[in-house]
């Protein structure tokens, strides 16, 4: 069956790519995603990191996969946010079955829908509404964030982020390179400052923690596109991301300095894994009443 779902999961799968993906009811998080390379000259393989010390029962966020971040991104800020824990309430919310979107030879896809809970009420009182679809393809995978604004008359304004833990076993997340970002103004939250990017690529060898704006602006030829790519020179591999309405992205690995310090962060973790997660996080969105703003990122096996 391309589609099976149980009270925890929804498994998809592509038996005549080898490809297949989870996604928890927690979160609505990915937490594995395996596809053969584009090239067709690979098997395969797992292409999300996720930490063998995550909690998968419900009792906190995953570490690991694709964590949905709404309405907020990183520690809150707001006054009117300050009941939430960091990156808001999506990621520790159960989602609900929104059925199937596509089952066919090229993909298969299901929807899954957030709306206010009395929990979620209690600390965000804003109409929202929020569907998230994931679709499989051979050596794809598409994760559409939607945000509607029920309300009649009161605008909706929130962050959103795709918070993507890209595999880069087997190799050390060391020889990662990330581009095109020179360029781009970025905030180093490592250091506290704003920067301007000199590399031609960026890599992660030391802790990371860097909001690239303007990196998704439809002004740059290459907005929203990275590519992203590990291991020995002549012989790399990676994936290739593209983000659509995503106006930022976050490059972030812990390295040990901060990885050590994550209670659900295996050991050496760190070393197997680079987050490239494109979203709105250095500026804040806003919905006019009874609209509607998609977010879309698409990962592709090179």
């Known amino acids: 069956m391309p589609i099976e779902r149980n009270a925890e999961k929804i498994t998809l799968s592509l038996p005549s790519a080898g490809a297949s993906a989870e996604i928890l009811f927690f979160g609505a998080t990915v937490i594995s995603w395996k596809s053969a390379g584009a090239s067709g000259n690979s098997d395969p393989t797992e292409r999300l990191f996720l930490s063998k010390k995550s909690a998968l029962d419900g009792s906190k966020p995953v570490r690991g996969g694709i964590p949905v971040v709404f309405p907020f991104f990183g520690a809150p800020t707001d006054p009117a946010h300050m009941k939430m824990s960091s990156h808001g309430f999506a990621r520790s919310s159960t989602w609900e079955w929104g059925g199937e979107v596509l089952d066919n030879e090229s993909g298969v896809s299901v929807r899954l829908k957030l709306n206010p809970t009395p929990e979620i009420s209690q600390v965000f009182s804003p109409e929202f509404s929020l569907t998230y679809v994931v679709t499989l393809a051979?050596?794809?995978?598409?994760?559409?964030?939607?945000?509607?604004?029920?309300?009649?008359?009161?605008?909706?304004?929130?962050?959103?982020?795709?918070?993507?833990?890209?595999?880069?076993?087997?190799?050390?997340?060391?020889?990662?390179?990330?581009?095109?970002?020179?360029?781009?103004?970025?905030?180093d939250k490592v250091a506290g400052t704003t920067k301007q990017e000199e590399r031609e690529k960026v890599d992660v060898k030391e802790f990371t923690d860097s909001?690239?704006?303007?990196?998704?602006?439809?002004?740059?030829?290459?907005?929203?596109?990275?590519?992203?790519?590990?291991?020995?020179?002549?012989?790399?591999?990676?994936?290739?991301?593209?983000?659509?309405?995503?106006?930022d992205v976050v490059v972030w690995n812990p390295r040990e300095e901060a990885g050590s310090k994550l209670g659900d962060m295996e050991v050496g973790g760190w070393d197997r894994f680079v987050c490239v997660e494109p979203g709105i996080a250095s500026y804040w969105n806003t919905i006019a009443p009874g609209e509607k703003w998609i977010g879309q990122q698409v990962l592709t096996a090179i």
């Open 138 to 187: 051979a050596h794809q995978l598409s994760t559409d964030l939607h945000v509607h604004n029920p309300s009649s008359d009161t605008a909706l304004t929130h962050q959103a982020l795709l918070h993507t833990y890209i595999s880069t076993a087997p190799h050390s997340s060391t020889t990662v390179s990330v581009t095109p970002l020179k360029g781009l103004t970025y905030f």
């Open 211 to 247: 909001v690239y704006r303007g990196a998704g602006s439809g002004e740059r030829p290459d907005g929203g596109q990275y590519k992203v790519r590990w291991g020995p020179e002549g012989a790399e591999t990676g994936l290739d991301v593209r983000a659509t309405n995503f106006g």
